[in-house]
């Protein structure tokens, strides 16, 4: 048992509900570069071209093993492009009778290969970078966590019922693509834990279940990782999503390639907060507009400025990525958050006591309830429930050092002085403050207490670029 003492917890409303809607009927779909960090994209189709699941739709310029494939069968809709015509999404759109084809299960004499061959491999992560997984290194370990601490976030297990036997086939097969431990994490009492431990690691030495308890971060990889094997440099860790094994499995056991994933839509301005079944990268309209604009929601502000409008998160509130309304899921996403924008003015908002803004360094007077009865949040009428919101409750000003960092960042790293050394772009200086074993959403928490108002996680990414670049 390993227990996380640094972290916060942020007490949002609109938990997904235990239930599953079916929405695999959804027509669009796309595969977008910009979700894989490095990637430079070779385009491999054109506009009408018809392609079927694990068909390529684009590749790595760098490196063409490395292959994107459709997720569906049908029709490229739109190659949509951006400045200096940069790739941003290869749009299909999903035939309405699929083509069924015979498939036999995978040899696994040649793993990667076949893995590269399909399109699967963009499944693996590797640190440092948090770049899809080079086939010709050899990771130090690879770790799959069973859940997850970020706020709103689906309990995989309750998503991955039925789809068991897949995840053990999918990690027997990432067991044997390292000489090193294969490491399954979960909270204490995991169910998909248990399973592991019974019908895997009892047979795979290589193969280890540990258990985290503790606020979020928790469940980040890069804090479990920190726990387990630390990144030095010239060293690399794989990750993959729980559900992204079950896909691995399916595919090994079956030779069908259904890159499907239970997501959770939850958030304060969804209707009715659950979870849908839907296919990888689809376009989330539909889903939006059967969940947005919760007439039970309160007012945030007295004006009509702003008032009734919904930002669309992919991913989760600290670390995801807003996208449009009628955008599409992130290829390494579960979660979808509906927040109420922030686009409006307290009036006296500084002087006020603040009963309803969340706050870690007591700057309102929420920031006087404990820690350890944020559970409560839930009972507490609604004139003094915490809201949350998009608004930052401030400009940007200048760094100062208050100590807060290291109350909510768990690794054994100055965040505050590795943050400078990124700012002033000195290498020799992160290397020494640890910044092979970060990614942007380890300072996640860090940028949301952050009274100077500090985009912290782009700094942290174009820091991590410059060394890959130099790497190479």
């Given at each position: 048992?390993?227990?996380?003492?640094?972290?916060?917890?942020?007490?949002?409303?609109?938990?997904?509900?235990?239930?599953?809607?079916?929405?695999?009927?959804?027509?669009?779909?796309?595969?977008?570069?910009?979700?894989?960090?490095?990637?430079?994209?070779?385009?491999?189709?054109?506009?009408?071209?018809?392609?079927?699941?694990?068909?390529?739709?684009?590749?790595?310029?760098?490196?063409?093993?490395?292959?994107?494939?459709?997720?569906?069968?049908?029709?490229?809709?739109?190659?949509?492009?951006?400045?200096?015509?940069?790739?941003?999404?290869?749009?299909?759109?999903?035939?309405?009778?699929?083509?069924?084809?015979?498939?036999?299960?995978?040899?696994?004499?040649?793993?990667?290969?076949?893995?590269?061959?399909?399109?699967?491999?963009?499944?693996?992560?590797?640190?440092?970078?948090?770049?899809?997984?080079?086939?010709?290194?050899?990771?130090?370990?690879?770790?799959?966590?069973?859940?997850?601490?970020?706020?709103?976030?689906?309990?995989?297990?309750?998503?991955?019922?039925?789809?068991?036997?897949?995840?053990?086939?999918?990690?027997?097969?990432?067991?044997?693509?390292?000489?090193?431990?294969?490491?399954?994490?979960?909270?204490?009492?995991?169910?998909?834990?248990?399973?592991?431990?019974?019908?895997?690691?009892?047979?795979?030495?290589?193969?280890?279940?540990?258990?985290?308890?503790?606020?979020?971060?928790?469940?980040?990889?890069?804090?479990?990782?920190a726990c387990l094997c630390p990144i030095n440099k010239g060293e690399t860790v794989w990750t993959v999503n729980v559900q992204d094994v079950a896909v691995i499995g399916r595919w090994v056991r079956t030779g069908v390639?259904?890159?499907?994933?239970?997501?959770?839509?939850?958030?304060?301005?969804?209707?009715?907060?659950?979870?849908?079944?839907?296919?990888?990268?689809?376009?989330?309209?539909?889903?939006?507009?059967?969940?947005?604009?919760?007439?039970?929601?309160?007012?945030?502000?007295?004006?009509?400025?702003?008032?009734?409008?919904?930002?669309?998160?992919?991913?989760?509130?600290?670390?995801?990525?807003?996208?449009?309304?009628?955008?599409?899921?992130?290829?390494?996403?579960?979660?979808?958050?509906?927040?109420?924008?922030?686009?409006?003015?307290?009036?006296?908002?500084?002087?006020?006591?603040?009963?309803?803004?969340?706050?870690?360094?007591?700057?309102?007077?929420?920031?006087?309830?404990?820690?350890?009865?944020?559970?409560?949040?839930?009972?507490?009428?609604?004139?003094?429930?915490?809201?949350?919101?998009?608004?930052?409750?401030?400009?940007?000003?200048?760094?100062?050092?208050?100590?807060?960092?290291?109350?909510?960042?768990?690794?054994?790293?100055?965040?505050?002085?590795?943050?400078?050394?990124?700012?002033?772009?000195?290498?020799d200086l992160m290397e020494k403050l640890g910044i092979y074993e970060v990614e942007p959403e380890d300072f996640a928490l860090c940028?949301?207490?952050?009274?100077?108002?500090?985009?912290?996680?782009?700094?942290?990414?174009?820091?991590?670029?410059?060394?890959?670049?130099?790497?190479?």
């Amino acid at each position: 048992m390993i227990r996380i003492k640094k972290g916060l917890d942020l007490p949002i409303e609109g938990v997904a509900e235990y239930r599953v809607s079916d929405a695999r009927d959804i027509a669009t779909y796309a595969v977008k570069p910009t979700d894989f960090v490095g990637l430079v994209p070779k385009l491999l189709v054109a506009e009408g071209d018809r392609v079927s699941p694990g068909d390529a739709l684009f590749c790595d310029k760098n490196d063409d093993r490395i292959r994107f494939v459709s997720p569906v069968d049908g029709e490229v809709q739109a190659v949509v492009r951006g400045e200096k015509r940069k790739l941003l999404a290869v749009v299909v759109k999903k035939a309405s009778a699929s083509t069924s084809q015979d498939k036999q299960p995978v040899c696994q004499d040649d793993l990667k290969k076949n893995m590269l061959d399909s399109g699967l491999w963009a499944l693996l992560r590797q640190r440092p970078f948090g770049m899809v997984a080079s086939p010709d290194s050899t990771p130090k370990a690879i770790v799959v966590s069973c859940f997850d601490s970020a706020p709103l976030a689906p309990d995989y297990d309750f998503a991955m019922q039925g789809r068991e036997s897949d995840l053990c086939e999918g990690l027997e097969a990432l067991a044997s693509l390292t000489e090193g431990t294969l490491f399954v994490t979960s909270r204490p009492g995991g169910r998909l834990a248990r399973f592991v431990e019974q019908h895997v690691a009892s047979k795979r030495k290589n193969v280890r279940v540990e258990y985290f308890e503790g606020p979020h971060p928790a469940g980040n990889v890069g804090t479990q990782i920190a726990c387990l094997c630390p990144i030095n440099k010239g060293e690399t860790v794989w990750t993959v999503n729980v559900q992204d094994v079950a896909v691995i499995g399916r595919w090994v056991r079956t030779g069908v390639y259904c890159p499907e994933r239970v997501i959770a839509v939850a958030g304060p301005q969804t209707k009715n907060p659950h979870y849908y079944r839907v296919i990888a990268g689809a376009c989330i309209e539909s889903i939006v507009e059967d969940q947005k604009l919760n007439p039970d929601y309160p007012a945030i502000h007295a004006s009509e400025q702003g008032q009734g409008r919904v930002r669309v998160v992919s991913g989760n509130v600290l670390s995801g990525s807003r996208i449009a309304e009628n955008g599409f899921l992130g290829a390494y996403d579960s979660l979808l958050t509906l927040l109420p924008e922030g686009d409006y003015y307290d009036f006296m908002g500084w002087l006020l006591p603040g009963l309803t803004k969340h706050s870690f360094s007591r700057t309102f007077a929420s920031g006087f309830v404990p820690r350890c009865m944020t559970g409560i949040y839930s009972m507490l009428p609604e004139f003094v429930k915490p809201k949350f919101d998009t608004n930052v409750h401030g400009g940007v000003r200048p760094l100062v050092f208050t100590g807060n960092f290291e109350r909510v960042f768990p690794f054994d790293i100055y965040p505050l002085q590795l943050l400078k050394a990124c700012i002033i772009g000195d290498i020799d200086l992160m290397e020494k403050l640890g910044i092979y074993e970060v990614e942007p959403e380890d300072f996640a928490l860090c940028e949301y207490i952050d009274p100077s108002k500090t985009d912290i996680q782009p700094i942290i990414r174009e820091a991590l670029e410059k060394l890959r670049k130099e790497a190479v």
